[in-house]
């Protein structure tokens, strides 16, 4: 339970740094667009897993926690295009980028825990 608290806390406060990254977004057209992107997949991640916790089934948790797992992977790209493209530094991002690795290792371990208990 104290893991499940923990994991949603992470997210949460990973969505509020995605809004502040949309935030600081240059006004250009190539910026907003990602940035729109980035908005809806990072905020979406917790609550993707959120959903998860209230899973009537493993298989509806798994099933969760797999979409959340599909939103961080989509805002690992969003990052790098906005370091590619020239929009943000590395240094800029490395943080997000940091935590999005770290959560996508909990999410895969949380489901193939799920997977296993099946």
């Known amino acids: 339970m104290n893991d499940e608290k923990d994991l949603r806390v992470r997210t949460k406060k990973f969505a509020l740094q995605i809004i502040q990254l949309f935030r600081a977004l240059p006004n250009n057209v190539e910026a907003k667009i990602i940035g729109k992107q ?32 599909q939103e961080l992977e989509e ?27 770290e959560l996508m290792a909990i999410l895969v371990t949380s489901v193939k825990t799920a997977k296993a208990k099946k």
Not at 52 to 68: D, N, Q, V, W, Y
Not at 76 to 84: F, G, K, P, R
Request: hydrophobic share 35%; net charge negative.
């Open 38 to 69: 980035i908005f809806r997949s990072g905020t979406s991640v917790g609550a993707q897993y959120r959903e998860g916790t209230r899973a009537r089934s493993t298989a509806e948790f798994i099933s969760k926690l797999e979409s959340s797992m």
């Open 75 to 101: 805002t690992i790209y969003w990052l790098e295009l906005l370091v590619e493209a020239g929009i943000f530094t590395q240094e800029k991002i490395q943080h997000l980028q940091n935590e999005a690795d």
